[in-house]
């Protein structure tokens, strides 16, 4: 069964954290303090606040990364993108900022287990010509290797990981996170035209104007 640690100091959030993860099916316990989490066995997921009273959570996330592989998602009232991009380059997997609901928790918690999941069972994605291993990240289309930058990958992982279904806008820059991807949407347009360009068929990844990405019926 899935552990989840959740580090917070309110007792009344830390409290209903774990009482709403326990009826989810999650094994949950919460420590109120850095120090303790830093000395708890590795948890498969932590729910780190970052306004603890001993240790900034943010060094508290880099040192839980240097020592483990946990799934780690900061839940704070720190909405600042300074903030956001600070804890995401220290290690988070996800940033959830306060209040938040519980469906929502649970939703990023699937998707966090899932990425890991798939990075450590190095799951090779098939989409028509398209082939993506996440394991050596190596892409290729029709045989032929195509060189991305770490940005074109996570866009390409977050389409191919589920073909045919719409990704939003928002989607795609909250799962490209791992690459302390922020900034206007708008971004995103510059990386997926280099990435139709790279990949030689501007057809395969389709644009729902108003709505997303996917990847088209091959």
Sequence with gaps: MTHVLVVEDDPGIATQLVRGLDRAGYTAESVAYGAEALQ????????LDLGLPDIDGVDVCRRL???SQAAIIVVTARGEEADRVLALDEGADDYLVKPFGLAELLARIRAVLRRGQRAGTGEVLRHGPLTVD???RKVTV???DVALTPKEFAILECLATDPGRLVSRQEIIERAWDEHWYGPTKVLDVHLAALRRKLG???LIETVYGHGFRLADQ
């Design 40 to 47: 708890r066995p590795v948890p498969d997921v932590v729910l």
């Design 65 to 67: 990364r240097q020592q």
């Design 134 to 136: 996440l394991r050596t």
């Design 142 to 144: 029709s045989g032929n």
């Design 201 to 203: 068929d501007h057809t």
